[in-house]
């Protein structure tokens, strides 16, 4: 079976910090991989998302960058943090042939 | 432009009767719409979804109604149960989009009191 993991679990960052959050999925290849952010009261907005390695589509302009150096792993990252990065970071998986998603645990992320 | 309506940010409903959580959407290129179900500080678990050719999907206590021409979707609980209690996202995809991209509203906050 599939599991989808992201680490860390909670993350405090001052302002002007990086950022790295990790996503991996095992048990399926080629998979698209999907990064969305919740903020607080808010429904879930799609970041980045990747049909493959290397290959990495932004929904959104911001301070945030992905990356994807292999086939099951997924990169959400930052050069300096603002406090309007806040939120709950969730990394998503999809089989090609098949329209659902399912999301890992999730990443809170405080920015103070 | 918000694309993915739940207009009600919250429900409340007795332990045992039926929960009806709706959906609008604006974009006719839709064909694939799902429902997502997400306790607090964890992600969202997929429930049930449905295909645009269909107007019902039924799963267990789940049943997903799609109304094309009203551009509307509903999940109804059936019976309800406290463990219900979470927050509920319909989504929507289009065969044609890039990646497959699930278009989430906001978000219902069903409670279900015992």
């Known amino acids: 079976s599939q599991t989808i993991h992201q680490w860390p679990a909670t993350l405090v960052q001052p302002v002007g910090s990086p950022l790295s959050l990790e996503c991996t999925v095992e048990?399926?290849?080629?998979?698209?991989l999907y990064w969305y952010r919740q903020a607080a009261g808010r429904g879930l907005q799609l970041l980045f998302y990747s049909v493959g390695i290397g290959q990495i589509s932004s929904e959104v302009p911001q301070n945030l960058s992905a990356s994807r150096p292999q086939d099951r792993q997924f990169i959400l990252s930052s050069k300096k943090l603002l406090l309007s990065d806040s939120g709950f970071y969730l990394c998503a998986w999809r089989m090609r042939v098949y329209n659902e998603q399912f999301f890992g645990p999730g990443t809170r992320l405080t920015v103070l | 432009d918000q694309q993915v309506k739940q207009n009600s940010p919250s429900l409340s409903v007795q332990e045992g009767r039926i929960s009806i959580l709706n959906c609008d959407y604006t974009?006719?290129?839709?064909?694939?719409f799902l429902w997502y179900k997400k306790y607090p500080a964890e992600g969202p678990t997929f429930l049930i979804s449905i295909s645009s050719i269909k107007d019902k999907n039924e799963d267990g206590r789940f049943t997903v109604f799609l109304n094309k021409s009203a551009k509307h979707l509903s999940l109804h609980i059936v019976p309800s149960q406290p463990g219900d209690s979470a927050v509920y996202f319909c989504?929507?995809?289009?065969?044609?989009?890039?990646?497959?991209?699930?278009?989430f509203g906001e978000g219902t906050q069903l409670t279900v009191n015992p």
């Open positions: 989504a929507a995809s289009a065969r044609e989009t890039s990646g497959s991209r699930l278009t």
């Open positions: 048990g399926t290849s080629n998979p698209n």
């Open positions: 974009n006719s290129m839709f064909d694939y």
